[in-house]
């Protein structure tokens, strides 16, 4: 592999791990305050949905990316009513986020636009544009160093960086303030945040909330950044592996991010070999496709080692009398 094939292979790393990336963060948030959420697959989903709709529409993509958010902060406040409020099963909950969103954005796309639940292919102001960052252009003829700032750091849309920027944005949320110590408590032991008078329903609709704020950034980023329209499914699995790259970086920040590249990598190169001739035999496209699943599974499997969760997660608070 040369230099220029590996900056390529790195580029699509970034841009593959970005959705992960937030969607990761979207649920560290949600699970260190108590509330599992297996729905950001369907929270992704919807706002991709909605936000390239919403730009295909109105031929402006920031109206898009509100649209998005908004459709995934309202199925977060469906989650929040079922497991917090109602104390339901917050799994089930989840699951049938997936399904609601899977169903209800092919619906609306065929009704909106008969396309076969498509949206319009989204052009200009429509979608996200890459940013070339100061200095790149005179950069880029310097050795190594100049290709890797032109090619690989600029050269991005603005919720790649966004999303880079969040890693240590929560960790100093989570770490260093008493919002974060308190959220962390919450997921950790509820009956104590309760007895200091402060209420665990709140934070914990407040990490729901976030989530679903994240959870609509990654799914516009799909549909407006990283390709160009909604289409079924486009999602495509990465709500799980962001659930699988969360439990790898076992609920922190920065081995989140880790963990993403990781996953982002292997998308990358799985994409960017297809068809490989060995000799003997031709490996399958099908095999390189599915590639990157398989390596979740066995990475989760064999190289994590006991990854334990928040002890409340999973559970809802009854307030005892």
Known sequence: MDFLTLLQVLDSTVRLATPLLLACLAGLFSERAGVFDIGLEGKMLAAAFFSAAIAAITGDVWMGLGAGIAASLALSIVHGLASITFRGNQLISGVAINFLAAGLTVLIAQDWFSQ????????????????????AEALSGVPVLGPIYAELISGHSILVYIAFLTVPLTWWLLFRTRFGLRLRAVGEAPEAVDTAGVSVVTLRYVAVGICGILCGIAGAYLATALQAGFVKDMTAGRGFIALAALIFAKWRPWYALYACLLFGLLQAVALRYQNIDLGAFVVPVQFMDALPYILTVVILAGFVGKAIPPRAGGEPYVKER
């Open 116 to 135: 076969g639940g498509r949206t319009p292919s989204l052009i200009g102001q429509g979608r996200f544009g890459p940013i070339t960052l100061p200095g």
